[in-house]
Structures are given as C-alpha cells and as structure tokens.
C-alpha cells in the first residue's frame, strides 16, 4: 500500500504526460543547488552529469542581490542570474513564482505554461524541515475552452509581467547564446498566445505599485465575492518586531483585521485566530495579553501526519476567512505568498522600505466547516491552521528577527569568456565580441592568481575550464561560464557509471545522486550491497559479469518494488539517465558479446511494483518503454534474456 503523499514543492517541476520542460523562470528570495538540481532534473528529464554535457540553459533564475552566487558548474542546466547593478527598487526581492514551459514530446506545437505560487523558497529547506504553501495552475493556450481557462492565462499573464520587468534589472546576456536562446524565445512566444486568451481580473498580483494590504480586500471581491464573513485566520512565518512593554495588539494584525471590515467583509466581531511558530513569533509572543483581550486566539501550526513525526517549523504565509455556520463554509477565500505579516512584508508597496512581494487570493471549492478542521472532500486540513488548540501562554517566545541581508553581489563586466586552445598546450579566454565588457576586469587561474595577458586574451595554463572567477573593480568578484569552440557553455565530460557506481547512486533515490563526478574512484560493491540489507560477494567469482548485473538487476528490483506511486514518474527518468550511462561499462560490453539481454528480469512481474505490473496502467507502459529504451542503448535489443533459448 502506497504511504500517503503531500506533494513537495520540486514536484511541480515534474512535467505533464507527454511532455518535457522546455524553459522556465524562477524568481525568489533564496535559493540552493540541492533544490535547483532536483527540480532541473524533474523539468529536463536529465541527470546533473548529462546537463553538465549538454551544456543548454534550462531554468533562469533571479533571486535577491544578497544571496551568494550558485555556479553554473553546481547547477548545470540552471543559471543564476545576477542583478546589474545598484540601486535596486525593493527593500527585499522576496517573491518566489515560477513560469515553467513545457512542450509535447510528439507534437511540438502544443504547450502547457505552469505558473507556482509559493510561501517557501527554493531551498532544500524548504524540502526538509519548513512548512510552506503552494499554489500551482497549467495552461494549455491550444485547448482556450477549459474551464477557467481565460482566468488562468490572466494569472499567467500578471506574473509574466513581473518577470519581464525583473528581466530588465537582471544580467540576461548568457540567455542569448545559441543553444539557449531558442528555448527562451519559444516560451515568450508561447506567452503571447496565453496573454491573448487572458480574460477577466487575475488571481495574481504583487506589490511593485500597491501593498498586498491595500490590494487583498479588492481582490476577494473579484474573486470570493461581497458580503462579511464571521471567521478570519493570519498566519505567517515572520511577524512583526514591537515593544513587549506597550502591550499592543501588533499594527499588521491589526491594519488586516480594520481594512477587511472597513471593505465590509468581515463581521464586526468576527472570530480571528493568529497561527505561530511558538517559539519565534516575534511581537505576538509580547503582544498575547492585547490579543487576547480582543478574544482572538493563538495557536501553532497543524502538521498533516504524512510527515511521521519529523519537526516541520512554519514558513506559509496565509490567510483564510469565510462565513462559518454549523457545518457550513460560506464564502471561503484564501490568500497565499511571500509577504510575511510584517509592515515591509505586507503593509509596504516595493521601495526602500518595502519588499517586493507576490501572492494570489482564490476562492477554493467544496469546503466544509467541522468541529475542528476545514475539509475538502473528506481530505486533510488544507492549511496549516490547528483549529481545536490554543497554545498556552508560556510557551511563547519572540525568538529571532528576519536575518540581515548579505552583502549584494552585482553582475561581473562579461557574461562569459570564450575558449580557444593553443597548439603548445591551455588555451586562450576572451571576451565574447557581442556582448562587449562593461569594464575592465581580471581572470583567476586555478591557483587564484590573476592569469596573465596576452593581447585581449587571457592565458589559461591548463585544460579547458567550465567557469573561471573574474574580478573587477574595487570589490567586483564571480564566477562566470566558459563557451567552448562549438558554443556550448559550462560543457563537461559526461562521466560513465561503473556498475558500482550505478548501485551507489541509485540507492540515494528520491534525493539526487550524491556525485555524478566519481571519474575513475572505485565504490565498493561490498558497502553498496550493504546498504540495502543484502550480504556483499567475496572472491573472484563474485566479481564476474554476471554476478555483478545480477546484484544490479537485483538492486534496482528491490528499490522500485518498495516505491510509492507518486515517486515513479522521477524514479524512471533516475533509472533511465544513470543505466544510459552504463552504456560503455564492461560487464555491459561482456553481456553484448555473449547475446543476451541482462535487462530481461526486469520485465517479469516480480521485479515490478503493483501498479506498473503490466502495460495494462500507465506506469507499467512507461516502464517498459523506459527498459527498452535502455536495451537499445546498451546494444542489446532483441537478445535472449538470461535462461531464454532463441
């Protein structure tokens, strides 16, 4: 039986059936390598190598200046996209929305654009430990006459426009190489389309003009209707900093609280409920007697049983109202973004004093009031609200403040430097003609020392790097991708996987591998059998070609007959990317010359989980397409499987 499953924030990264990621833009506070590699590979189809060696820009990505650069080399296939230049006209860039491109697989001209919403950044945080929110719609702009089509490609279309007013700021030069620019140009053409069948007032919207306080009372008009409601719930991951001494009802409760009555849709007394990290809830933990007092409650964060036990600290950023009677669940709204319930958060449009944040109301569907939940066709409580329980009072504490901002990182004078090599060994970098350097700036070799010119040309001593460090100014310093002669950036060898190292690999399944560039180092099969329960071979007889795809066959056996559903799809593209590698190995090459097909097994209904059992469901014909996809690339297609007579 499959355990019980909350998708994750990478999971929308998985493309639709029948699709591959094509292009696609992210925007955050934050983000990570961890994260950004699992999601590239989910959207691509490709593992962290394989990108390595394809060398094509898939996801752009622009987060706030004080974040410290991801490389290309640690993120292949992902750029990071640094600011241009100072000033900057948000206090914070604190949204985080994705515009993900997605084509079919067999009919390039039909699309689906995914637009994320989420409270949570692009961490691997975010995976692990933070309880987050995300809001997630498609649109298909060749099939205009879905339900709410028209509603979703205005969605679509107001995040389109911020992202292109953040294109402007952000250096994009790198985007407009040859084997990149294709796949940016495809989705802003595919964004036409979805501007041109947008209808009506978007769900989306983010505060470069307005606050999200002075917007979220006209959007739940447009969008939940008029009339008061009876129950309200805030809740943030961050609050406010206030004087404990004042015992005040914080000011951002208490401006969302007046404004949504003044737009008359909430009652005079309403029920209000604040949900807190306990033990970090800033101005609330001194405020609680003042709050109290207006007989709101405070409660901590609800955590759905699918996480077993494992803390998960409160991060979301929501509200929920709606008139509430009995088991009813009258005009129920929700807004969810990244404007924390701070005034530069929530009370502030962007500016020197305010973040630039983003976030969508909606009115969600067939909800029902129960005596302590909000259920949705009899599932879990769709926000992290514990509706049953007040936390007692000394359990709260203020805690710590947002961090500081790092020092910001600008982009570097050239966007990439060329390499040509030299007959008598390294090679020249230099600056690309278009675009030309902004500035003056230097190369650090390997050993950290300024490499030495020779004309415009900077010599490089050794092999052919994938990105190099420049320097420029007083303080100007990163990491910048080298072009290669056929114009390919960041381009790295694609490593071949020794039957060890597939094994070792594949057990890190559902997280990424945990290095792809094992070059020729030995893992011991011994240690990688043991990590499955199984005892390791001995002797020379257990290092024959046989007995070694046989423990591999094995291996992955018992990995994917102990999967959920919801992890197949990228258990597949795993499988398929690291036995695609494999293709050279020698115990491969010893099967090829005896005529058999070692892949055969996996075939057989055993080796197979329930669902993907037969061709009869569509994961067991994926799977099959993927284990004969994989015998034409090890060469064996159409050999006798082990014990079969032909």
Same mark, same amino acid.
């Given at each position: ?8 924030? =990478? ?384 359990? !709260? ?128 099969? !011994? ?47 795993? !499988? ?59 060469? =064996?297609?159409?050999?006798?499987? !082990?014990?079969?007579?032909?």
């Amino acid at each position: 039986m499959d355990r019980p499953h909350l998708p994750s924030l =990478v999971d929308h990264f998985n493309p639709p059936g029948d699709h591959t990621g094509c292009f696609g833009w992210i925007i955050g506070y934050s983000a990570d390598a961890h994260f950004l590699n699992e999601a590239a590979e989910r959207f691509v189809g490709e593992t962290k190598g394989q990108r390595r060696y394809m060398g094509q820009i898939r996801l752009a990505v622009m987060l706030d200046p004080g974040m410290p650069q991801i490389t290309p080399v640690e993120t292949p296939g992902v750029l990071h996209l640094l600011y241009q230049k100072p000033p900057h006209p948000f206090r914070l860039l604190h949204a985080k929305v994705a515009i993900l491109g997605f084509r079919h697989e067999s009919q390039p001209d039909q699309w689906c654009v995914r637009l994320i919403v989420s409270t949570g950044n692009w961490t691997r945080q975010t995976l692990e430990e933070s309880l987050d929110l995300v809001w997630v719609v498609d649109a298909r702009p060749d099939f205009s006459g879905a339900p709410d089509g028209a509603q979703v490609c205005a969605d679509l279309t107001a995040a389109w426009d911020l992202f292109a007013d953040l294109r402007k700021r952000f250096d994009t030069r790198a985007l407009q190489t040859a084997f990149t620019s294709p796949q940016v140009e495809a989705l802003d053409l595919r964004m036409q389309q979805v501007r041109k069948h947008a209808s009506g007032t978007p769900r989306f919207f983010d505060s470069r003009r307005a606050s999200l306080l002075e917007q979220v009372p006209k959007q739940v008009n447009h969008h939940a209707g008029k009339g008061t409601r009876n129950y309200l719930s805030l809740g943030s991951g961050f609050y406010e900093h206030g004087d404990a001494e004042l015992n005040a009802v914080p000011e951002v409760p208490r401006r969302i609280v007046e404004s949504l009555r003044k737009a008359e849709l909430l009652t005079a007394k309403p029920e209000v409920s604040l949900t807190v990290e306990p033990d970090s809830c800033q101005a609330i933990a001194g405020a609680q007697a003042a709050i109290r007092d207006k007989d709101w409650s405070i409660g901590g964060p609800w955590i759905s049983e699918v996480f077993q036990g494992r803390g998960r600290r409160l991060h979301a950023k929501f509200i929920f109202s709606a008139y509430v009677r009995v088991d009813k669940c009258l005009r129920p709204w929700v807004y969810l973004g990244s404007g924390n319930l701070t005034p530069a958060g929530f009370m502030e449009p962007m500016g020197p004093s305010g973040n630039l944040e983003a976030g969508v109301v909606f009115a969600p569907r067939g909800l029902k009031w129960g005596e302590a939940t909000v259920e949705r066709d009899g599932q879990d409580t769709i926000l992290p609200v514990r509706w049953d329980k007040e936390i007692e009072p000394a359990a !709260l504490q203020s805690g710590e403040s947002m961090p500081e901002r790092p020092e910001p990182i600008y982009a570097p004078p050239i966007a990439w430097l060329d390499w040509k090599p030299r007959h008598e060994g390294g090679g020249h970098l230099t600056s690309p003609m278009e675009p030309s350097p902004t500035e003056r700036f230097d190369v650090l070799s390997f050993d950290a020392q300024p490499c030495a010119r020779e004309g415009d040309a900077f010599v490089w001593p050794a092999a052919e790097p994938s990105e190099v460090k420049v320097l420029w100014g007083e303080t100007g310093n990163a990491v910048v991708p080298v072009r290669n002669p056929l114009g390919i950036l960041a381009r790295g060898p694609l490593p071949v996987l020794k039957i060890d190292e597939a094994i070792h690999q594949l057990r890190f399944f559902p997280q990424p591998p945990e290095s792809e560039e094992t070059g020729d180092e030995d893992i011991p099969l !011994l240690a990688a059998a043991s990590s499955t329960g199984q005892e390791g071979p001995a002797g020379p007889a257990a290092r024959s070609p046989i007995r070694q795809m046989m423990q591999l066959i094995e291996h992955i056996a018992d990995l994917q007959t102990r999967l959920p559903a919801a992890h197949w799809p990228n258990w597949l593209v795993r !499988l398929e990317s690291m036995l695609h590698q494999m293709a050279d190995d020698q115990t491969v090459s010893a099967f090829r010359d005896l005529g058999l097909n070692p892949l055969a097994p996996l075939l057989e209904p055993p080796f197979r989980p329930d669902f993907a059992e037969n061709p009869q469901s569509n994961e067991g014909r994926d799977y099959e397409l993927v284990i004969g996809r994989i015998a034409e690339k090890w060469r =064996v297609a159409g050999m006798a499987g !082990l014990g079969e007579v032909k």
